[in-house]
């Protein structure tokens, strides 16, 4: 392609001789957009791509834009319309979500699933087309953040491949997407963990607030165990077993989130040992009467929900702690998952051991929990 000429422009929209012909080139919602007009060898055409400019800077500024561009060009609308004779990303979305719609997790169905229809919505028909799959990136990253997206692109990526599998579409033109996003940082608030001698500040502060010290067992159980919220929250009583030896465990076969009972995160089972502290911790903890017969019911009776308390107590009280200086700073509550894994490791615990205890694998431990020790002074030469 020669050099291009900016002969004239509409607002910003610019019309360009490139080798003999007229292009239109400009920015709107945040994108790059370049449509050709033809060759620029009458004054037809100039009139023409004159015409074509004035329209599109119109649209713009009236808020009226057709991102597809199939408003502006016959050839993109038959691309369209061709296209549109086999399955779109939405489509093959709305027959995989047809088809997993018993199978699939009620929180996933909840969360996830409508992660997904959000991004969707947010593509225009061109993006939507499985053969322009180049264009979803840029015009989600707009929007949201690249977690969401990578959470997003799972389930999308899923959905392609159960879609091949059935041979509605050829291929998974989907599939690289996620290596293109751009990279996590390492070392951010998800990987800091609380000392011990926060963790207590903490719990001090659920004891002595009137609204809180309903859940400082809740806390301190989380602390001492490093459990997932989720899977705490669905403890019952009959939950602890005591082993011939007259040793207590504790059995996590299930958790509860976003208003559902269901299986761990790994779908495991596995038997939590209690040492001394924790048997005592549980010894003394109260039965409150509940139909679930739950450890650590809401003050309703029922499972908490994690997120209420999360906002309505961990969150104001965390934050008046880093504030005072009594804290580093503010981490979430599940960060205490993490403080827990961490010391274990810098206590001497192999990864495997504690990978196994917490429901984890070895490479999870060392890729997402564990936190780099920044009290560390180097030993002598």
């Given amino acids: 392609m020669g050099n291009s000429l900016v002969v004239k422009k509409f607002g910003n929209v610019s019309i360009e001789l490139v080798s003999g012909n007229y292009r239109l080139r400009w920015r709107a919602l945040g994108q790059r957009f370049c449509l050709a007009i033809g060759k620029a060898d009458t004054d037809a055409a100039r009139i023409a ?64 699933w409508k992660t997904v229809d959000r991004c969707l919505d947010k ?7 499985l053969d322009r799959s180049e264009l979803v990136l840029p015009k989600l990253l707009q929007t949201y953040a690249a977690g969401t997206i990578r959470r997003a692109l799972a389930e999308i990526n899923a959905a392609c491949n159960w879609a091949v599998e059935a041979k509605l579409i050829k291929g998974n033109p989907y599939s690289k ?58 403890l019952t009583w009959d939950d602890l077993t005591v082993a011939e030896t007259g040793k207590l465990s504790i059995r996590v076969n299930k958790a509860y989130s976003k208003g559902e009972l269901k299986g761990t995160k790994t779908n495991e089972r596995r038997d939590f040992p209690c040492n001394l502290q ?43 702690l880093a504030a005072n200086k009594k804290i580093k ?5 599940y960060n205490l998952r993490h403080s827990f894994i961490t010391r274990l490791v810098r206590e001497g615990l192999d990864v495997a051991t504690i990978a196994k205890l917490v429901g984890n694998s070895p490479k999870m431990i060392l890729e997402h929990y564990l936190s780099a020790n920044t009290n560390l002074e180097l030993p002598d030469f």
């Fill in 49 to 112: 791509s004159e015409a074509r400019a004035q329209e599109i800077n119109s649209d713009i500024l009236f808020g009226r834009f057709d991102e597809s561009l199939a408003r502006y060009s016959q050839a993109h609308a038959e691309r369209i319309a061709a296209a549109k004779q086999g399955l779109d990303l939405r489509e093959v979305w709305e027959k995989y979500k047809i088809h997993q719609k018993r199978r699939a997790a009620k929180t996933t169905q909840k969360d996830n």
């Fill in 123 to 129: 593509l225009t028909p061109e993006q939507l087309l």
């Fill in 177 to 234: 997407l996620v290596k293109q996003l751009p990279k996590q940082q390492q070392g951010d608030r998800a990987r800091e963990i609380f000392s011990v001698g926060e963790i207590k500040k903490i719990l001090a502060a659920f004891q002595v607030d009137k609204a809180a010290a309903f859940y400082a067992n809740y806390v301190e159980f989380l602390a001492l165990t490093g459990f997932r919220p989720e899977e705490a929250i669905a």
């Fill in 278 to 320: 924790l048997t005592k911790f549980l010894s003394g903890l109260p039965k409150i009467p509940n139909s679930h017969n739950l450890i650590f019911p809401s003050p309703k009776g029922i499972y908490i929900d994690q997120h209420n308390f999360a906002n309505r107590y961990w969150l104001p009280i965390g934050r008046e």
């Fill in 329 to 333: 700073q503010y981490l979430p509550c």
